[in-house]
C-alpha cells in the first residue's frame, strides 16, 4: 500500500497551483479555499475533479467534452462522497460516452422534468440584478406575466407553442410589451441551459411583433396647461418635472441626480456611468432654468446626497409615473409619456437649427444616429426650413 506523506501547507498551495493532483483524502481535506471557486483535477481518474468554494465546501465534479462542448456533472460534496466512489461513477460516467452514450444528457433531462420555472427564478433574479439595471422592469415581467403563465411547468415540458401563446396573448393588446416579454423569456431559459437546469432554449426566435416608433412629442398649445400643473403640484415634484423639460435627461436619470455629480460653476452635470444608459460617463450641458433650479434647491438641501429625495425614506424620489398620470389628467392632454418630453427636447434643438453633433451632445448620446430618434419635425418644419432657402436662392437684392 502506498504511504502517504502528510503535505506542508506551503507544498499544499504550490502543488494546488497546477490544478492537477493525484487526490487522496488527506490532500483534499488540506486544500485551501481562494476568494473565487476554483478546480483541481486528479492525474488517477481523468475528468475528475474538486471544485472548491471560497467557503471551503469541497464538492467532486465530472469535466468531460461532448461534441466539442465542455460539460461538467456534480457527483456530490467531500467527504459525504469518499473519493474511491468518485473514482468509480467518473469511470462510469466516461465509459458510457465511449459508447456513444450521454449520461450528462440524461442527468440534465432527469432534472429539468422536477425542476419547473419558479425552481430557477430566485436565482435568476440575482443574477438581473448584478447585471442588468432595468431588472425591476424584468422583474415586474415574471410577476405579471410569466410566472401565472409558465412558472409552475417544468422545464421539459414547456414548449415553444407554450411561449408563443404567452407572446400572442400579451400582443394582442400590448405588442412592445409583449416583444420585450419574449426577449426576456429567451434571456430566462439561456441562463437554465448555461447552469445545467435544461438542454433547449423554447423560447428562442419566437414570432414578435412589428414595432413603429414612437413619434408623440409636447404640442406648443399643450404647453401652457402642462406647466401650470406642473407648477401646481407639491415640492419636490414640480422640480423634477420641471428638470425633465430644461434637460431632456431620461426620468431615472433626472430622478437620481445626486450633488456631487453636478458642477453648477460650469454649467455641468455628469451621469454616472453607473446610471448612464450607455454605461458611460456622461456630461449634460445645463440650461440656465437647470441651473436656477438647482441653486434655489441647493439653498434648501438638508444634507441629502440627492437634488430630489424622497419625502419618505433616505433614497431619490420614484413614482414619477402615478404623479404625471395625475398632472396629464388635470391639464386634459393625453398619450404623453414622460420619455416624450426627451423626444421634445430633441425636437425642439432641431428646430434651433442645431446640428445632429450638438442634439446627441444636448441629449447625452454618444452616437449621431442615437440622437436621431428624439428628432420628430413636422412638415411646417420642413416648409419653413424650404422658404427660407427659396427666399435667399430668389431673393434680388
Known amino acids: 500500500m502506498e504511504k502517504v506523506l502528510p503535505l506542508r501547507p506551503a507544498a499544499v498551495s504550490k502543488r494546488a497551483a497546477a490544478a492537477r493532483l493525484k487526490f487522496t483524502e488527506e490532500i483534499l481535506r488540506s486544500l485551501p479555499a481562494h476568494a473565487s471557486t476554483r478546480y483541481v483535477y486528479d492525474t488517477v481518474a481523468p475528468h475528475l475533479a474538486v471544485r472548491i468554494a471560497p467557503s471551503g465546501v469541497r464538492t467532486f465534479v ?5 461534441h466539442g462542448k465542455s460539460q461538467r456533472v456534480t457527483l456530490g460534496r467531500f467527504p459525504g462522497l469518499r473519493l474511491d466512489e468518485a473514482r468509480q461513477a467518473t469511470r462510469g460516467l466516461v465509459g458510457e460516452l465511449a459508447l456513444g452514450k450521454n449520461p450528462i444528457a440524461a442527468r440534465k433531462e432527469a432534472r429539468a422534468r422536477k425542476t419547473c420555472l419558479n425552481d430557477i427564478w430566485p436565482a435568476y433574479l440575482v443574477h438581473l440584478e448584478r447585471q442588468n439595471r432595468t431588472w425591476a422592469r424584468d422583474k415586474e415581467r415574471w410577476e405579471k406575466h410569466v410566472g401565472p403563465a409558465l412558472g409552475r411547468k ?16 400579451v400582443g394582442a393588446t400590448h405588442a412592445i410589451a409583449a416583444n420585450r416579454i419574449a426577449a426576456f423569456l429567451s434571456a430566462l431559459f439561456s441562463f437554465a441551459v448555461r447552469s445545467g437546469r435544461t438542454n433547449t432554449n423554447p423560447a428562442k426566435e419566437l414570432t414578435r411583433f412589428k414595432e413603429t416608433a414612437r413619434a408623440r412629442i409636447l404640442q406648443s398649445h399643450e404647453l401652457p396647461a402642462l406647466l401650470d400643473e406642473i407648477d401646481a403640484e407639491p415640492e419636490p415634484w414640480a422640480s423634477v418635472f420641471k428638470m425633465l423639460l430644461y434637460t431632456g435627461a431620461r426620468r431615472g436619470s433626472v430622478a437620481g441626480m445626486r450633488w456631487s455629480d453636478i458642477d453648477l460653476n460650469a454649467a455641468l452635470w455628469t451621469i454616472p456611468a453607473d446610471a448612464a444608459k450607455n454605461k458611460t460617463a456622461t456630461p449634460v450641458p445645463l440650461t440656465a432654468p437647470a441651473v436656477a433650479l438647482l441653486q434655489q434647491r441647493l439653498s434648501q438641501r438638508a444634507g441629502e446626497q440627492w437634488v430630489f429625495p424622497s419625502p419618505t425614506g433616505s433614497s431619490h424620489l420614484i413614482g414619477l409615473p402615478k404623479v404625471w398620470a395625475r398632472i396629464l389628467r388635470r391639464a386634459s392632454i393625453t398619450n404623453l409619456r414622460i420619455h416624450d418630453i426627451r423626444r421634445s427636447v430633441g425636437t425642439a434643438l432641431a428646430r434651433t437649427g442645431a446640428s445632429p453633433h450638438v442634439i446627441a451632445k444636448g441629449l447625452g448620446h454618444r452616437s449621431i444616429a442615437s440622437a436621431k430618434a428624439y428628432v420628430q419635425l413636422t412638415g411646417e418644419d420642413a416648409r419653413a426650413a424650404m422658404t427660407l432657402a427659396v427666399d435667399t436662392l430668389v431673393s434680388r437684392s
Open 154 to 169: 417544468a422545464f421539459l415540458d414547456i414548449t415553444r407553442a407554450d411561449c408563443q401563446a404567452l407572446i400572442d396573448r
Open 62 to 66: 465530472v469535466v468531460k467534452k461532448v
